[in-house]
């Protein structure tokens, strides 16, 4: 049935999205941790060549102030940053409930009245959330790299895992 395909393609969509927001998060995080390195760099090189013309305790109390104000940088930043992805994750599975609710429910309401409105409405829609789920899939692909770019070292984010998709699937040659 043409909704269900729909459905699909609209969780598609979905997921592609949540990972790009995800892979957004992944860069805004590996980012930050590299602004604080090189501070850090940047500090112990700045504390280095002042450290002749500073008094003895203020050195270190210059290095442990500026460790801790690193530190509470970075747990602000994990903290964040967990909390958007698992934002990210919930929003994606809400909408995808919600997305099949809708189709199931479609379904029914054909079946109960016999008005098919719905379902050729499917059907008319369906080649534009194709295009829009290939886009989006684009657009995740490129997140991912460029997050991966940002990050560095880091490992790469969000691995597109969906097995069963209208848009991925080969059509079937039609029969004359």
């Known amino acids: ?6 459905s699909t393609v609209a969780t ?3 997921e592609s999205y949540g990972n790009t927001a995800k892979n957004v998060i992944h860069a805004y995080r590996a980012g930050g941790e ?5 501070l850090q760099k940047n500090w112990d ?3 280095r060549e002042s450290r002749s013309q500073l008094a003895a305790g203020v050195a270190s109390n210059a290095t442990a102030a500026q460790k801790v104000v690193c530190s509470y940088y970075i747990k602000g930043l994990t ?3 967990d909390g958007a992805q698992q934002a990210v994750s919930q929003i994606v599975k809400l909408a995808g409930t919600g997305v099949e609710r809708v189709a199931a429910n ?4 054909e079946e109960k009245t016999g008005v098919t409105a719905l379902n050729t409405l499917a059907k008319a829609t369906l080649p534009g959330a194709l295009a ?4 989006a899939t684009k657009i995740e692909h490129k997140s991912a790299a460029l997050a991966s770019k940002i990050a560095g070292e880091h ?3 969000a691995v597109v895992k969906r097995t069963t998709s209208a848009a991925r699937k080969p059509r079937k040659a039609k029969a004359a």
């Open 45 to 47: 090189r700045a504390l």
């Open 1 to 6: 049935m043409s909704a269900r395909k729909l």
């Open 155 to 157: 490992p790469a984010v």
């Open 132 to 135: 829009l789920c290939t886009l």
């Open 79 to 81: 903290v964040s940053t």
């Open 106 to 109: 479609a379904s029914r309401f």
């Open 34 to 38: 590299r602004a604080v390195e090189l």
């Open 12 to 14: 598609d969509v979905i």
